[in-house]
């Protein structure tokens, strides 16, 4: 998975409103070279999305904003490949290990990152990564934390993306420039596909 992610640089973090748009927005994507989505469940319809899009081979499917085991085991059973939290819930990394599901929980502190390494976690997301600091933090958490790698989310857009990609210690970034709320409820989805693939052109 952390393969995948890293080859792709950029994951689009989605909030989907209407699960009959899944699909024309995953064709978006994919039509950009971008083949993945993070729905994150801050709607009622993110689990039904997801389901919706489980059964395409051509869709790199995640759940975000996860609070919680039983949320991540809903996620899961709906068709998620991943796991993405907001923050560092023990109980829910424990479970997603326990059941070989790849998860990246939030991290923003030394605290946060202690956790990580303590459960053994290779890549956690960086969270809110503008609002804590950005590329000047990840640099300073790359000494005591070399062995840790990151995705930053939280601000990410075209102006700061290379300024992240560029860092070694970053997989890819999470962002939702490409899937806002205006863009899939405008049924622009052509500008999704722009977008996107302008989005690849700089993860290059």
């Known amino acids: 998975m952390i393969d995948s992610l890293e080859k792709l640089r950029v994951i689009p973090v989605v909030a989907l409103e209407d699960a009959d748009k899944a699909e024309p927005l995953a064709d978006a ?11 994150t469940l801050r709607t009622e319809t993110a689990l039904k999305s997801i389901r919706a899009l489980s059964g395409r081979a051509d869709l790199l499917l995640g759940a975000g904003t996860v609070h919680g085991s039983e949320q991540a085991r809903a996620a899961v059973d709906a068709g998620a490949r991943f796991i993405v939290t907001p923050g560092f819930n023990p109980k829910t990394v424990a479970w997603c290990l326990d059941n070989e599901v790849p998860v990246f929980p939030g991290t923003s ?17 960086f969270f809110p990564a503008e609002a804590i600091g950005g590329v000047k933090t990840l640099k300073a958490f790359a000494g005591p934390y070399g062995a840790l790698r990151f995705i930053p989310t939280g601000g990410i857009s075209p102006r700061n993306l290379p300024d992240y990609l560029v860092l070694p210690q970053v997989v890819a970034c999470g962002g939702s420039w490409m899937v806002t ?17 302008e989005a690849v052109s700089f993860a290059k």
């Open 109 to 125: 502190s030394p605290t946060d990152l202690e956790m990580a390494l303590d459960f053994g976690l290779k890549v956690v997301k």
């Open 181 to 197: 709320q205006d863009l899939i409820n405008g049924y622009l989805f052509a500008e999704v596909t722009r977008l996107a693939s």
């Open 29 to 39: 994507l994919c039509a950009g070279g971008l083949p993945c989505a993070e729905i």
